[in-house]
């Protein structure tokens, strides 16, 4: 059996109908679908995504990438995607296990290496030939799920062995130049982590860009080069995007909602709403309760 069926049998073990299960394992998330879904706006948070089964497409702006077994997904840091599984079946279906990067054991594994880390142009999000090392550590993480007595133990050793797999990998220059402090990449996480932990709140510029250590402009221009958005953008994406999670798991109208993610006025809501998922509250929440295959996000 190659490590892609093993990793598939395991998976699909775990999550057996279409939907997210989050697991044991602080930092693993397992997926499947049973057929195509829609394209579905989410943030995505850094890490990685290793498909067993099946095939994905995700766009950030008018960047889009297609991943599938032979390819893993690596995001280096929060971003804002659009994405919907392009193959998926009953018999085949789309089966993928994202792995959250742990920014501390990153930091922690860069540090023993105690050598100058370089300025890198390498994307935030982007997808490499699918590594076997990396495969197999991801089955004995997933495995673990089957033995939660050792998950306290070896869990650790095997994030922290996957962690070392991608520094050591075509992406390792980006991912180290994120860890540090000063580097452009690292103070728009930073501003990232800012507007996602009040983003319901009036958003000011000033106070985003001193958190991040730039000034406005320069907060403007890397955060734009970086996601592709504006820091007001990407706000936007967030309060709308928790708003649909409300008004779907949560049964909030759309008025209660739209103010509930700092939105005053309910027309504004509304046009915001429909230019980012296509229609209007009332409509997309009737196509997304027709619909049971389109909440995979990753």
């Known amino acids: 059996m190659s490590k892609h069926s093993e990793l598939a049998a395991h998976i699909a073990r775990h999550v057996g ?35 067993a089964q099946g095939s994905k ?43 959250d990067i742990n920014q501390s054991v990153l930091a922690d594994l860069i540090m023993e290496e105690g050598e100058r880390v370089p300025k890198a142009d390498l994307p935030a999000l982007a997808v490499y030939r699918s590594d076997d090392d990396l495969v197999d550590a991801a089955c004995r993480l997933v495995r673990l799920l089957d033995r939660p007595q050792e998950i306290p133990a070896l869990s650790p050793l095997i ?9 050591t990998g075509p992406h390792g220059p980006t991912l180290r130049y994120m860890a540090v402090a000063d580097s452009h990449l690292n103070q728009v996480s930073r501003a990232i982590s800012t507007i996602r932990s009040a983003f319901d709140q009036r958003l000011r510029i000033e106070e985003i860009a001193a958190a991040a250590g730039m000034s406005a402009s320069s907060l403007h221009e890397h955060f734009k080069a970086v996601t592709r958005m504006t820091p007001l953008e990407y706000q936007k994406q967030l309060r709308l995007q928790e708003a649909r999670r409300l008004m779907l798991s949560e049964g909030v109208n759309a008025g209660s909602a739209g103010f509930a993610v700092g939105y005053e006025s309910p027309s504004q809501f509304s046009r915001e709403y429909s230019r980012l998922f296509g229609a209007p509250p009332r409509q997309d929440l009737m196509r997304l309760q027709n619909s049971g295959n389109i909440l995979t996000p990753v």
């Open 159 to 167: 994030e922290r062995e996957i962690l070392y797999r991608l520094l």
């Open 57 to 99: 497409r995700v766009s950030l702006s008018d960047q889009s990438l297609t991943y599938d077994a032979q390819h893993y997904l690596l995001v280096s840091l929060d971003l804002p995607l659009i994405g919907h599984v392009t193959q998926a079946s009953p018999d085949a279906p789309y089966l993928c296990a994202k792995i």
């Open 17 to 51: 109908r279409t939907g997210m299960v989050d697991t044991a394992i602080p930092q693993l998330s397992l997926f499947r679908a049973d057929e195509p879904t829609q394209p579905l706006p989410a943030v995505y948070e850094a890490s990685l995504c290793l498909i």
